[in-house]
């Protein structure tokens, strides 16, 4: 089969990389000639693990095309993807300029009798439909289209397995030929099909995602209640997770969830909800719940660290990606240097992108050592694997004092005592020596 992906982020360059890989001809559209450049040389711009690689590999395969130009891609191809960013408005909604421009320009590149659009960004229920309307009134007399909902579930740092592997493709569509289309093109993945109408499709992504958002919040509260009252938060909720309809998953607490989805994503379903008149308090108990980790977190550094050096641990949203977006870090850091704080910070993948916001303002460390050295505390933003087996005696005699402020309770409570650290982490009782 023939497609098109425009945009190349995480979600449309795993995409085209995982289609090709399948056997499929596909056409990447974006519209930065330096990176279309840099993608035709096997640069992914992102990190993503294995995806350098797939990239390359379907490269040379002649499988996998880079351009600027719509009528070289979208005039062969079967299916179009639009992957294009859905950014937050400054009032939540999410922002759908850049994804009804791409439909217009695909409208007036459609040569085939039949193509299939399909939108894989996250967009709010009805978004598809004015989707289709534009498509209708751009493009040219004699084609057919049909539009298609399947919405993107892939994780961020797991996106090539997520998507060869995926628990379940949707296909939103209210034409036959579309699903048929899709379902041929999504045949190697074995996850559960699931078929149904445009307005479920899109409603299927936002409540995935709040539903994961407040899975997190929940445990942030619980977290709140523990170092009120007493209690072990990770104790409590490996209890109530025993109950089968619970479960433990995603029931993480800690410094709160960021990324360019669940914020967003969250605050656009409100935005949704107040314009059709339901009550949202429940979507903006998690967003409230989330930002008061941040400060609950934040508010820690401050009265334990003891001194204005701080090393942080961890800039990007979660581990095995680059990405920055909505992080916590970023409101933490921006407060740590508004405060007059001296911070070091480390991360194995988020550099660059958080050098373009902080610039020369922090002090860049080459390895979690380094970040260590001379710093009254450590604050631990990201739950990087190489932090959950470093040499902590060597953490330890590197230190001004040896203070650890957990946001990802990836220590033992008990180890951290025996260490001879002073430790406090989320919901759990501090450790002081
Ligand atoms: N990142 C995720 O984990 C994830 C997961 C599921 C769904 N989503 C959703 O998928 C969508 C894309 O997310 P992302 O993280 O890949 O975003 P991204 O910012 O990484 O990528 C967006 C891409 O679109 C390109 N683009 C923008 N305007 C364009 C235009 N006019 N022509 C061609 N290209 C254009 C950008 O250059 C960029 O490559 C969003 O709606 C997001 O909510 C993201």
Redesign the pocket.
């Known amino acids: 089969m023939t497609i098109t992906i ?7 360059l795993v995409s085209a990389c995982c289609f090709a890989d399948f056997g499929n001809e596909v056409y990447v ?4 000639p330096s ?1 279309i450049e840099r993608l035709k040389n096997g640069d992914p711009l ?1 990190y993503e693990p294995g995806l350098k690689e797939l990239l390359e590999k379907n490269i040379k395969a002649n499988r996998l095309h880079f351009t600027l130009e719509y009528p070289e891609a979208v005039s062969k191809s079967e299916i179009v993807f639009i ?4 950014p937050p408005k400054e009032n939540g909604e999410a922002d759908l300029e ?1 994804v009804f ?2 439909g217009k ?1 695909i409208a007036k590149n459609l040569k085939k009798k039949f193509t299939v659009i399909s939108c ?4 709010p229920v009805g978004t598809n439909k004015q989707i289709e309307k534009i498509l209708n009134e751009n493009r040219p007399v004699g084609v057919e289209i049909a539009v298609a909902s399947c ?6 740092g797991s ?1 090539l397995h997520d998507t060869f592997f995926a628990d379940r493709v949707v296909i939103g569509s209210y034409s036959q030929k579309a699903i048929n289309l899709l379902l041929e093109l999504h045949e190697p993945i074995t996850g559960k099909k699931v078929i149904t109408d445009l307005a479920s499709a899109e409603l299927i ?1 936002y409540a995935s995602n709040s539903v994961l958002a407040m899975k997190i919040s929940f445990a942030n509260l619980i977290s709140f209640y523990c170092e009120k009252a007493g209690g072990d938060v990770e104790t409590v909720l490996d209890a109530v997770g025993f109950d089968k309809r619970i479960g433990r998953v995603f029931m993480d607490p800690g410094v709160g969830y960021g ?3 669940f914020p ?2 969250v605050r656009a379903l409100t935005s949704t909800g107040n314009l059709l008149g339901i009550n949202t308090s429940l979507l903006q108990a998690t967003e409230d719940i989330n930002q008061e980790a941040r400060m609950n977190f934040l508010n820690k550094i401050i009265k334990y660290s003891g001194g204005k050096t701080i090393g942080v641990w961890g800039l990007a949203f979660k581990p095995n990606t680059d ?1 920055i977006r909505f992080a916590p870090s970023i409101d933490i850091l921006h407060a740590l240097l508004d405060k007059g704080y001296a911070v070091k910070v480390y991360d194995q993948e988020a550099f660059g992108n958080v050098k373009k916001i902080f610039g020369d303002k922090l002090i860049y460390s080459k390895d979690p050592y380094e970040a260590a050295t001379g710093c009254d505390a450590i604050a631990i933003l990201t739950d990087w694997n190489e932090f959950k087996h470093i040499d902590l005696d060597k953490i330890k005699s590197i230190m001004k004092k040896p203070v650890i402020i957990d946001g990802r309770n990836i220590y033992l409570p008990e180890v951290m005592k025996k260490l001879g650290f002073t430790y406090y982490s989320t919901g759990r009782v501090p450790v002081t020596q």
């Open positions: 425009v945009g190349h982020g995480y979600v449309g559209i974006g519209h930065t990176k992102i992957t294009v960013g859905t850049m421009d791409v320009q894989k960004s996250t967009v919405p993107e579930f892939l994780r961020e996106g992504k990324g360019s989805c967003k994503d990405d």
